[in-house]
């Protein structure tokens, strides 16, 4: 199983790491900044005593008498034809042959004698007087001050590894705390205290965001949360409202010695308060289905012009009643696949829901017209209009404008639910949207392809 | 038809308290009615005594209502079958048919509703409804499409003249605002605002050709529907 660490262990790892290899190459470089160094030095000396001799040599006319001047602290060497003419006691003291070609080479001009200290030398031909010249200067303390320097740039591995740790892990504390402190916050916010938000310190930092993401979620549950508690408040309004009515005149019917004509007229009320229920529930559980999207269709080509026709023809005597005139402006047919019976459904709840809302004497015009690849139904009346905040809630389950709880002008406030959950599931959209008239407008755009 | 045979039904329900109602409620219509309470009781029913029509509740305990219509189907029964089902969902509906129901119907029905399809499925095989309706003094020729009562001729628009042909053909039986949109409206969906339509239209007819005249003939029974019937006393 793959281990799983907490972001601040995994911050720490990776200070550490970076701080390992920043120092692994930091010392690398030093190292080698240092060894050229020391070597280039040595190097120098070399060609100074070196030069000094070979001057020696060459103004003495490859005569070796003025050699002996040089003293004999300076390590050098003179052979002719292979045999040693010249030795310095310093050179013999360093225990390096006299015959050059034993010398052993270890890298860059180096050469070990055989107790093992390490000379930097210089061997060069002095051509008119055949004799060659080698010089060597001791490079054993260059060398050991290499090797402390290595000693110590490795000692300071563990503590830079130790400080990367330590202090990451304080860094990485230091820069997760606000979101420790985000955490503690969201947890204490429950269904109870939606209305909680996140402190947002700085909107612009990458916390700030996404406190500001984080807030933004709480207030669409929020949201969804306060529908559904005024959905079931309204509901169950709505179911008790006929319920109470059934009890309380069956009540009131068995505790009078009713007559018959008194006993009929209770059970009339029931079945009427039974047949609200019965409406409510197959409206309820129509918007269930949808919800649950389990509802299949047959969508076919359909003439909407023709369908709005016939609604319009059936609720004629609706507004008849109230002296509404009723107009259709459609062309000749209108072609676009949907399902027809819920087409119908939802056509028929908002031309009665215009009709509804427009006073005596008003008008309803509706408008079938094909535009930017879409058949578009215009409802308009001549009824108050509906409010801009008021245009989008007008299709939440029970709400009504105005909050009239009565039930004597119709519906139980589920109509243009309805209508929405069939125009939507027929691949359209309704809203209700600004016109010249002064009333409401409500548009279905449903795909003609 | 009551009266001359009394037509028997086999109702296949096992909750007794609507076992119990519909019962009642036929009784009261004149049919004679058997209560099988599990699917084997009904089978077994339906295979040994000869019945002239069978109401089947599709979810039963035991054996389920489509295994007995498969098996009844299977063993050449040709007795009508009406099932009564509370699953509205298409593919049961499909599944019913194909199963060889005659008819279906969901739950909760209208109780007018069961009585017109129980008639309409014993009406089967005989000659389809009259092209002329008398009733009293009312008479609708379907052909011609014309109206008359008392000797006086009456004006109706298309819907008003399929209205009370449709009345007319359940004469004396109750119809429900459920039939009428389904049937005259052809609007499968069930929706508030045709009830008003409904209605408005009923108000309408009536005031065309009831009451100007002496008697009613047609009656709304609130809380359920509507009968066009002579007027008993």
């Known amino acids: ?449 | 038809m009551r009266g001359r045979c009394v037509l028997k039904i086999l109702l296949i329900e096992d909750e007794p308290r609507v076992a119990r109602a519909v019962q009642e409620g036929l009784q009261a219509e004149g049919f004679r009615v058997t209560i099988a309470a599990t699917g084997e009781d009904g089978f077994f029913r339906a295979t040994t005594e000869p019945y002239d029509l069978i109401l089947l509740d599709l979810m039963l305990p035991g054996r389920d209502g489509l295994e007995i219509l498969t098996a009844l189907r299977a063993q050449k029964s040709a007795t009508p079958v009406l099932v009564l089902t509370a699953r509205d969902t298409v593919q049961d509906r499909v599944c019913g048919l194909d199963a060889g129901a005659d008819d279906y119907l969901i739950k909760p029905f209208a109780f007018p509703e069961l009585l017109a399809r129980i008639r309409a499925l014993a009406r089967r095989g005989r000659s389809d409804a009259p092209p002329r309706f008398v009733l009293a003094d009312l008479a609708l020729d379907v052909v011609a499409r014309t109206c008359v009562r008392n000797g006086q001729n009456i004006q109706l628009t298309n819907r008003e003249f399929d209205l009370l042909e449709y009345l007319l053909r359940h004469a004396g039986h109750t119809v429900t605002r459920e039939m009428l949109a389904r049937d005259v409206w052809q609007v499968t969906e069930r929706m508030t605002p045709l009830n008003n339509v409904i209605d408005v239209h009923i108000a309408r007819l009536r005031a065309k050709m009831d009451t100007p005249f002496t008697s009613r003939l047609l009656r709304t029974i609130r809380g359920v529907g509507f009968v066009l019937a002579e007027e008993t006393s």
Not at chain 1, 50 to 73: F, M, P
Not at chain 1, 81 to 91: C, E, K, L, P, Q
Not at chain 1, 96 to 105: A, G, I, M, Y
Not at chain 1, 342 to 370: D, K
């Open chain 1, 1 to 449: 199983m793959k281990l799983r660490f907490s972001i601040r262990w995994r911050l720490t790892l990776w200070y550490a790491a970076v701080i390992l290899v920043t120092q692994l190459v930091v010392s690398g470089l030093i190292y080698q900044f240092m060894s050229n160094r020391l070597q280039s030095e040595l190097v120098a000396k070399v060609d100074t005593g070196y030069a000094v001799v070979e001057a020696v040599v060459k103004n003495s006319g490859g005569d070796l008498y003025d050699i002996v001047h040089l003293g004999q602290n300076d390590r050098f060497l003179l052979t002719k034809n292979g045999a040693a003419v010249y030795v310095t006691s310093a050179w013999d003291e360093t225990g390096l042959p006299r015959e050059l070609d034993r010398l052993e080479r270890v890298t860059g001009g180096q050469t070990m004698a055989p107790d093992g200290r390490v000379f930097q030398t210089r061997t060069g031909y002095l051509a008119p007087y055949g004799y060659t010249l080698s010089y060597a200067v001791d490079a054993t303390d260059s060398r050991a001050n290499l090797r402390t320097l290595v000693m110590i740039l490795l000692a300071a591995v563990p503590v830079a590894l130790i400080l990367g740790v330590v202090g990451g892990y304080f860094l990485a504390g230091r820069a997760l705390a606000p979101l420790e402190t985000l955490t503690r916050r969201a947890r204490e916010i429950t269904a109870e205290s939606l209305s909680q938000r996140l402190p947002v310190e700085n909107p612009g930092d990458e916390l700030g965001r996404l406190a500001a993401v984080f807030n933004d979620t709480l207030a669409r549950l929020e949201d969804s949360f306060e529908r559904l508690r005024r959905f079931t408040a309204d509901a169950s309004h709505e179911l008790r409202t006929p319920l109470t009515a059934i009890r309380s005149v069956g009540e009131v019917a068995l505790q009078h010695d009713s007559d018959g004509e008194t006993a009929r007229e209770a059970l009339s009320s029931i079945l009427v308060e039974t047949e609200h229920l019965h409406h409510l529930l197959e409206n309820l559980l129509t918007l269930a289905r949808g919800d649950a999207g389990r509802t299949q269709l047959k969508p076919r080509p359909t003439d909407i012009a023709a369908l709005a026709g016939r609604v319009t023809e059936d609720l004629r005597v609706l507004a008849e009643e109230k002296n509404q005139t009723v107009e259709l402006t459609a062309p000749a047919d209108v072609w676009a696949p949907a399902d027809s019976p819920t087409l119908q459904l939802a056509l028929m709840n908002v031309i009665h829901n215009a009709i509804r809302y427009t006073p005596e004497r008003g008008s309803i015009r509706i408008t079938v017209c094909v535009r930017d690849g879409s058949a578009i139904i215009d409802t308009v009346d001549s009824g108050p209009g509906i409010q801009a905040d008021d245009r989008e809630r007008v299709f939440e389950r029970f709400y009504r404008v105005g909050k009239a709880r009565s039930r004597a002008d119709g519906g139980a406030g589920l109509g243009l639910a309805i209508a929405r959950w069939a125009v939507e599931i027929n691949g359209g959209t309704i809203a209700f949207v600004d016109s010249d008239s002064p009333g409401a407008c409500c548009r279905i755009r449903l795909p003609i392809v």
